[in-house]
């Protein structure tokens, strides 16, 4: 063998060598959850009935908050409470899917919020928000009854509702 094809021979490999791991190290890196790359999934909306004497049954909570310059302490139950015991929200974490759901609360004057799943899981976000009956010791009169939401932890309360005709959980658009 010729001793100057030998070095030249070598670079040539290494060269080729080192852009094969080049190339290698580039391919994008296959996702680590199994569920990456599936279609997501579309689940049904659920209604969840405002039923008086089910709400009861709920452990009840207090919260205290200002708006519009009144500081009020009201009575109820959590919100998210009532999603699990009306089966629209799972007892564990969310996962999949789930953490794509809302809620909508509307009220009588068409007055709409939206909360997400993920931030009323107690494994996520927690956030406090109380479906109230009662406020300032006195049930809710009809201006703001028969159910008022309230989430004292936010900086303002523009998603506080009263007046709530309806909750469903819906998939996130």
Not at 3 to 25: E, F, Q
Not at 95 to 100: D, K, N, P, T, V
Not at 147 to 163: C, F, K, M, N, V
Request: glycine content about 8%; proline content about 8%; hydrophobic content about 45%.
């Amino acid at each position: 063998m010729h001793p100057t094809r030998t070095p030249l021979a070598m670079v040539c490999l290494s060269l080729g060598l080192g852009w094969c791991l080049v190339a290698a190290a580039a391919e994008p890196e296959k996702s680590a959850h199994a569920h990456a790359s599936d279609p997501p999934q579309r689940m049904a909306p659920i209604d969840v009935t405002l039923d008086a004497a089910k709400i009861a049954g709920l452990p009840r909570t207090t919260a205290t908050g200002t708006a519009h310059g009144k500081t009020l302490s009201c009575e109820g139950v959590s919100l998210a409470a009532l999603l699990r015991a009306s089966g629209a929200m799972p007892e564990e974490p969310l996962r999949g899917a789930q953490l794509a759901r809302m809620v909508v609360v509307s009220a009588r004057d068409g007055y709409r919020v939206a909360y997400s799943l993920a931030e009323l899981d107690a494994s996520l976000g927690a956030r406090e928000v109380v479906l109230s009956d009662r406020c300032d010791g006195a049930a809710l009169d009809a201006d703001d009854g028969p159910w008022r939401l309230i989430a004292p932890g936010e900086s303002r309360p523009a998603r506080w509702i009263r007046q709530i005709e309806s909750i469903r959980v819906i998939d996130a658009p």
